[in-house]
Every structure is written in C-alpha cells, then in structure tokens.
C-alpha cells in the first residue's frame, strides 16, 4: 500500500510546523556584514593599489620595466640544433 500525501506551505510554515528555529535575522545580519566587507574591498581598488599589488616597489628604471614587460609577450624561438649531435 503506497500513500502520497501533498502539502502546500511556505518554508517559514513549515519551519514553525516542525518547530525549527527562525534564523532569518542571523542571516540578515550575516548578509549585511558581507556586503559592509566587499563594498569596502570594491572601494579600495583603485588602479595604483592593483599596480602596487602587482608590481612590488622596485629600484627598475623605466626602460627595464618596459624591456622587462615588452620580454614577457615575446614567442621563445625553437632552440639551434648543435653541429656534430
């Protein structure tokens, strides 16, 4: 014998129907605190604060720091076979 039984309910009926705690407001205050924490993260990324994260404080001159960024987009050539191997 096989019985389906169907009911109709919100989760908050159903949460007080099985008398499990209301954790709405731990989770208002919750979801609250973490947007207080990345509109603060967003607002602290401005482009020198990326640059300086990226780009530690160094003694380079411009023109090694343009060498240096121009090295890293540059294709490797295939290596020189050696005469006589």
Same mark, same amino acid.
């Given at each position: 014998?096989?019985? @389906?039984?169907?009911?109709?309910? @919100?989760?908050?009926?159903? #949460?007080?129907?099985? +008398?499990?705690?209301?954790?709405?407001?731990?989770?208002? *205050? !919750?979801?609250?605190?973490?947007?207080?924490?990345? @509109?603060? !993260?967003? !607002?602290?990324? @401005?482009?020198?604060?990326?640059?300086?994260?990226?780009?530690?404080?160094?003694?380079?001159?411009? *023109?090694?720091?343009?060498?240096?960024?121009?090295?890293?987009?540059?294709?490797?050539? !295939?290596?020189?076979?050696?005469? +006589? #191997?």
């Amino acid at each position: 014998m096989k019985f @389906t039984i169907e009911i109709d309910c @919100t989760a908050d009926e159903a #949460r007080h129907f099985f +008398g499990l705690p209301d954790v709405k407001p731990m989770q208002d *205050a !919750a979801m609250a605190k973490l947007s207080q924490q990345m @509109t603060d !993260a967003v !607002a602290s990324l @401005t482009p020198e604060a990326m640059l300086r994260a990226w780009l530690p404080l160094s003694p380079w001159s411009p *023109a090694q720091m343009q060498e240096a960024m121009s090295n890293m987009f540059k294709v490797p050539s !295939a290596p020189k076979k050696q005469e +006589g #191997r």
